[in-house]
């Protein structure tokens, strides 16, 4: 599908992934709605911090996923749907899974009805490794076991069905790994522990592949 001059809805667009997308469609010359989560701060999350020539190009809607009609009403008018709204925090998930589970499943039901009534072009629904819980082997492939090892990621594996089943035309795609800031030392640090040594004379005690076989095994 061309996004060209396209009209797309982005939900959970206040997050760190959800905004770096609308930024990205935005120079893709695509009108963008951006679904988040009220807040009565009035917070849009990472939003903030978009370039100016991208916030004059949005416009900003809050609400609830699990709101079928408010869900309805951003869907409305769209060419495609970028569904990354989604409670994440695993800890969260325990003390409140059902928070978790109807945002989450009932969130995702909502939005791919939502798109099919609407005739929404294309769906891309986000996934997360973590429905495939602990590696049972590596690297892990799309035909890996899935494994609800905590309410998110049960709520997940449950989204990612509802979404395959429910909706049409919908693609799922899960982020192995998430970029970190362009400007955060933690970027350099991810894969660089070159600061670590120097301050600290910290090395790791064993390397990447045996760590990762030890944490299998």
Same mark, same amino acid.
């Given at each position: 599908?061309?996004?060209?001059?396209?009209?797309?809805?982005?939900?959970?667009?206040?997050?760190?992934?959800?905004?770096?997308?609308?930024?990205?469609?935005? *120079?893709?010359?695509? %009108?963008?709605?951006?679904?988040?989560?009220?807040?009565? *701060?009035?917070?849009?999350?990472?939003?903030?911090?978009?370039?100016?020539?991208?916030?004059?190009?949005?416009?900003? !809607?809050?609400?609830?996923?699990?709101?079928?009609?408010?869900?309805?009403?951003?869907?409305?008018?769209?060419? #495609?749907?970028?569904?990354?709204?989604?409670?994440?925090? !695993?800890?969260?998930?325990?003390?409140?899974?059902?928070?978790?589970?109807?945002?989450?499943?009932?969130?995702?039901?909502?939005?791919?009805?939502? #798109? *099919?009534?609407?005739?929404?072009?294309?769906?891309?629904?986000?996934?997360?490794?973590?429905?495939?819980?602990?590696? *049972?082997?590596?690297?892990?492939?799309?035909?890996?076991?899935?494994? &609800?090892?905590?309410?998110?990621?049960?709520? %997940? !594996?449950?989204?990612?069905?509802?979404?395959?089943?429910? &909706? %049409?035309?919908?693609?799922?795609?899960?982020?192995?790994?998430?970029?970190?800031?362009?400007?955060?030392?933690?970027?350099?640090?991810? #894969?660089?522990?070159?600061?670590?040594?120097?301050?600290?004379?910290? /090395?790791?005690?064993? /390397?990447?592949?045996?760590?990762? %076989?030890?944490?299998?095994?």
């Amino acid at each position: 599908m061309n996004l060209n001059a396209k009209t797309v809805l982005v939900t959970g667009a206040g997050g760190f992934v959800g905004s770096h997308l609308v930024e990205r469609l935005v *120079r893709e010359n695509c %009108k963008v709605r951006c679904l988040i989560e009220y807040d009565s *701060r009035g917070d849009i999350g990472w939003l903030e911090d978009v370039d100016a020539d991208v916030s004059g190009e949005i416009e900003i !809607i809050a609400g609830d996923l699990r709101d079928a009609d408010a869900v309805g009403n951003c869907v409305a008018g769209m060419d #495609a749907v970028f569904h990354l709204g989604a409670l994440i925090a !695993i800890p969260y998930s325990y003390e409140n899974p059902r928070q978790v589970v109807e945002t989450n499943v009932i969130g995702t039901l909502n939005v791919v009805q939502a #798109a *099919r009534a609407a005739n929404v072009e294309r769906v891309v629904h986000t996934s997360t490794s973590e429905v495939y819980g602990t590696a *049972r082997s590596v690297p892990i492939g799309e035909d890996h076991a899935l494994q &609800g090892q905590s309410p998110y990621s049960a709520s %997940k !594996i449950g989204a990612d069905k509802i979404a395959a089943l429910c &909706g %049409k035309d919908v693609t799922v795609v899960r982020d192995e790994a998430r970029i970190r800031p362009g400007k955060s030392e933690v970027e350099r640090l991810w #894969a660089d522990n070159t600061l670590a040594r120097e301050t600290f004379g910290w /090395g790791p005690g064993v /390397g990447f592949e045996e760590g990762l %076989k030890q944490t299998i095994e």
